[in-house]
């Protein structure tokens, strides 16, 4: 027999082998899966399992990517080796800065496919050094498509490396439990963006539009039918005492109605009984008590607030040692701010000083963000933050300065003069003239 016949014939064995196999592979996976309920997690580790198996891989995972931050990390995996190391090879957050053909892979939604790491040692040193520390003599990974969100990765497998289909259609399977998962969180959340737990907890936003959340609902502003209704929550609110009397309440809030016939505490109780009605459709507890001390907050309730989270964000981005850690709970802190506090009153005497405080907040945590992003460069991030929050706050300098800087570093010099002609009509004098100082 000719050499040429015996290496057909041997391709012909393994193009069998390998078919047989992958029947195999997708009807067990097919019986552990099919009319079966499974979380999410548990789907996606049936499936990498059946990956490691069909490719004789010591690992597969999935992994995060996030292209605009430049950094991916596992989130879900499946280990065949007698001790996982995972977490420990692997750091918190891991850098794409020196993986150009990984992160082309990803946003073409190109297979990835490393046969031999010893092959790339000389061409991609950092990429190389990368394959050492994680132990990858070979490796083949599948972006999740459509969404460049994260990619399938098996590592070391010794049989069909190149037999993408098999990883592809895993692909699609694992998607659907990661689309699963992002649904199960957002639904756990769409009520309560302090993921609310029990019937006690009651998170208030301030933020723009007044929305009060429980884990029945959402009672937005326009429910309570009466501007003076949200005033007075937003005044308790804001209050360091423990109870108000109607007295207080009106000469911070509405002085211009002390000498009406009708007693102070007489149209207090009106706005409390009015709220009362309008709570009792998202709760089955009284949210405001009248004591003899005066009006308090139920304290059965845990109640929380938006300000209060973005000041404790605030002080932890601070604190923060990490970077990334920083940027994440910057991008927290200004997500929260959605305007003015109580951008209804806006301008009303008893709410200028906390609004304009925390709209200085949320314009220095913008461009602490921005800050950091630019020294990610992260200029796509960077440019979506800075749109975001000039709509917020117009006002901030600052904001323009960094969105412009990012323009000009990725030489995109038509957009950086069009955001510089934009500032220059909404910035008073004095402020356009220190933005072109900074940018000198």
Not at 88 to 105: G, M, P, Q, Y
Not at 143 to 159: G, S
Not at 255 to 284: C, H, M, N, T, W
Request: aromatic share 10%; hydrophobic share 40%; with cysteine.
């Amino acid at each position: 027999m000719r050499q040429s016949d015996s290496v057909s014939e041997e391709l012909d064995t393994e193009n069998v082998q390998c078919a047989l196999d992958f029947e195999n592979t997708m009807n067990n996976l097919e019986t552990q899966l099919y009319y079966r309920h499974l979380p999410p997690k548990e789907v996606a580790l049936r499936v990498m399992e059946a990956a490691c198996k069909f490719y004789d891989a010591d690992w597969c995972g999935l992994i995060q990517v996030d292209l605009d931050l430049g950094l991916w990390k596992p989130l879900w995996w499946h280990n065949e080796c007698q001790e996982d190391k995972t977490t420990i090879l692997t750091n918190e957050f891991e850098s794409s800065e020196f993986l150009d053909r990984w992160v082309k892979a990803v946003r073409r939604g190109t297979p990835m496919v490393v046969s031999d790491a010893e092959e790339v040692k000389d061409l991609y040193p950092d990429e190389y050094q990368l394959y050492e520390r994680l132990g990858i003599k070979s490796v083949l990974a599948i972006p999740l498509e459509p969404r460049q969100i994260a990619l399938i990765a098996v590592r070391n497998p010794q049989r069909y490396i190149h037999q993408t289909s098999m990883l592809k259609l895993l692909a699609y399977v694992l998607l659907a439990a990661y689309n699963d998962k992002r649904m199960a969180d957002s639904l756990s959340m769409a009520f309560s963006p302090e993921n609310i737990k029990s019937s006690h907890d009651v998170f208030i936003s301030l933020f723009g539009e007044l929305k009060i959340y429980t884990s029945r609902g959402v009672l937005p502003e326009s429910d309570l039918k009466s501007p003076k209704i949200s005033r007075l929550l937003t005044f308790i609110l804001l209050s360091k005492k423990k109870a108000l009397s109607s007295l207080e309440i009106v000469q911070e809030i509405w002085p211009e109605e002390l000498e009406d016939k009708d007693e102070p505490g007489k149209k207090i109780k009106q706005l409390v009984y009015r709220l009362r009605q309008a709570f009792s459709i998202i709760s089955d507890e009284q949210l405001i008590l009248s004591t003899p001390s005066g009006y308090q907050f139920n304290p059965d309730l845990h109640i929380t607030t938006d300000f209060q989270r973005f000041d404790e964000l605030c002080i932890a981005a601070a604190k923060a040692t990490s970077a990334i850690n920083k940027v994440r709970l910057l991008e927290k802190a200004a997500s929260l701010y959605q305007g003015k506090l109580l951008s209804a009153a806006n301008g009303e005497h008893w709410l200028v000083h906390y609004a304009n405080r925390y709209h200085l907040a949320f314009m220095s945590t913008v461009n602490e963000l921005l800050k950091q992003l630019m020294d990610f460069h992260a200029y796509d991030l960077l440019h979506q933050d800075a749109a975001l929050a000039l709509t917020i706050a117009p006002e901030n300098t600052k904001a323009y300065y960094w969105l412009i800087c990012s323009y000009r570093k990725q030489h995109m010099d038509e957009l950086a003069s069009g955001e510089l002609a934009a500032a220059k009509q909404k910035l008073p004098e004095d402020e356009y003239q220190k933005l072109l100082s900074l940018l000198e």
